[in-house]
């Protein structure tokens, strides 16, 4: 198609919003609000998924030990666990050390235990695992693999936590796509009536550009390209307010069940395409239907 | 030019025009005359594509308005001016802006655009009017734009319904020999009237249309 058809669409869109500007403020304004929510959503999501691989990636083990184990039972059972994969014993608390860190946790309340002859806690192995994926290692089987050996009194990792936000995350991503429904269609309602809206404004004008010849598209691809711009512009909007809000609360770390810190990271490059896309494809449609509606009316 | 054979056309019960047959050569000057209800209107619309017979066929240059497709008929619709009796204009339009528009639909270039208006203004005796808006000037004027976007096409037909409805006789005479202007550079022209002014005195072929049928 020729480029000056293009230049006139353009015109033509940018002069449509200009002669309903206050309609279209509005418009864009309440589009980029729903889209600001939709992303500080993703923006969570992303976070909280991040996380979540961050641990799952990097978890830990605590292997109490029998009381009255010898010294090379220990041994072998230290030298066990550094044949795991991704494995590494990060410390070995004694009995003593045990009762040391216990007795600093509770600091003023320490005389709690002064009636207490023996000391209760079992020495343990601290284990981390690095990068280690979910189908290298699976917790459950090193933890039923350590607690079989002798002088192994019980293994404890992080998966009850694991497995809450995993199902705490299936809800989330349902919730989500929910909440993105509900948006979409709310997005689309307004970009439909704003475009209805300056279409009708417009009715004699589309009127009697089709009495003197003009073809459907002709008259169409001006008000395809407004939805579209109102679709850009509320996408930007929402990602540039987005990227203030987060920059400007800054959290760089966040405590989550007074679980593990994690950093707080911006939406990634194609999460930010994604959404611009989206809006955008918001606009088209929504001007898609306003345009289609009128058309059938026309005719 | 224009063929139509036996042409009815029904609005629920009411007939609109029964048994319409028809023939205008190219180059040809015609009045279509008749009381108000007579049909005129609905005759140039049919012609004009805008509404499609009940029954039986009309032919512009030979195309088939009743199989015509969409994608067809705005083609077509630009080589056929329509003056309309409420002029149809855009009051938050400028003249030139007005007249601008049969040719932008084309998709012509600016330049040609900003020529063939100022050419065609000229003609209509408008050209010291072009920066003006519609609601500034006289009927007669208005009228004489609405001409200039119907004819600035170079079109085969022009249609023209109850051009002069308004006007008082002096002006219906410069319409008038404005519309032999353009019929002597062979565009076809058919004229729905029921002024006696523009009858009066003429040598052009007048049908007339009653209750929807023709009587003469």
Redesign the interface.
């Known amino acids: 198609m020729k480029l000056r058809i293009w230049i006139y669409y353009f015109k033509n869109a940018i002069l449509n919003i200009l002669s309903n500007r206050w309609v279209h403020f509005i418009s864009i304004g309440t589009i980029s609000i729903s889209l600001l929510l939709f992303g500080a959503f993703i923006l969570f999501f992303v976070n909280v998924n991040n996380w979540m691989v961050e641990w799952g990636q990097s978890l830990s083990m605590s292997v109490y030990l029998k009381d009255g184990i010898e010294q090379d039972e220990r041994e072998e059972i230290a030298s066990i666990i550094k044949g795991l994969p991704g494995a590494e014993i990060t410390a070995y608390i004694s009995k003593k050390q045990a009762e040391a860190d216990l007795i600093a946790a509770l600091g003023e309340q320490a005389g709690l235990l002064e009636g207490i002859t023996s000391n209760p806690l079992p020495a343990s192995y601290e284990i981390a695992f690095k990068n280690v994926k979910n189908d290298q290692a699976d917790p459950q089987d090193i933890k039923v693999l350590l607690e079989q050996l002798e002088g192994v009194d019980e293994v404890q990792y992080s998966e009850q936590w694991l497995e809450r936000f995993e199902d705490l995350l299936y809800i989330l991503k349902l919730g989500g796509l929910i909440v993105a429904g509900l948006f979409s269609v709310a997005v689309l309602f307004i970009i439909t009536n704003t475009i209805k809206l300056t279409i009708y404004s417009r009715r004699e004008e589309i009127e009697i550009f089709k009495l003197v010849g003009a073809t459907d598209w002709f008259v169409k691809m001006p008000f395809l390209i407004e939805g579209a711009i109102q679709g850009i512009l509320s996408g930007f909007i929402a990602l540039i307010v987005l990227f203030l809000v987060y920059s400007l609360f800054s959290l760089k770390t966040v405590h989550i069940f007074g679980l593990p810190v994690m950093d707080v990271v911006f939406l990634p490059y194609n999460y930010v395409v994604l959404l611009f896309l989206f809006s955008l494809l918001l606009g088209l449609t929504g001007s898609f239907i306003a345009v289609g509606r009128f058309f059938r009316v026309l005719s | 030019m224009i063929q139509i054979f036996h042409v009815a056309k029904r609005f629920g019960s009411n007939i609109a025009l029964d048994d319409i047959n028809l023939k205008f050569q190219k180059g040809e000057f015609v009045f279509i005359t008749g009381p108000s209800g007579a049909g005129k209107t609905t005759l140039l619309r049919l012609v004009f594509g805008?509404e499609r017979p009940t029954e039986g066929q009309i032919l512009i240059n030979g195309i088939n308005l009743n199989r015509i497709n969409?994608?067809r008929l705005?083609?077509?619709?630009?080589?056929?001016g329509?003056i309309?009796q409420d002029f149809?204009l855009?009051l938050r339009k400028t003249v030139s802006q007005n007249v601008a528009?049969?040719l932008?639909?084309?998709?012509e270039?600016?330049s040609v655009i900003r020529k063939k208006t100022r050419q065609v203004l000229r003609a209509v005796g408008l050209a010291n009017k072009e920066h003006a808006y519609p609601l500034q000037l006289s009927g007669g004027e208005q009228q004489r734009i609405a001409i200039a976007?119907a004819i600035i096409?170079d079109p085969l037909i022009l249609l023209a319904d109850e051009p002069t409805g308004n006007l008082d006789p002096e002006i219906t005479r410069e319409i008038l020999l404005l519309f032999r202007t353009i019929n002597l550079k062979g565009t076809t022209v058919v004229i729905a009237t029921h002024s006696k002014e523009l009858l009066k005195d003429t040598d052009q072929r007048v049908i007339l249309l009653n209750k929807g049928r023709i009587i003469s």
Do not use: M, T, W, Y
């Open positions: 805008a969409k994608s705005d083609p077509l619709r630009r080589k056929i329509f309309f149809k855009l528009i049969a932008e639909v084309n998709g270039r600016p976007r096409n």
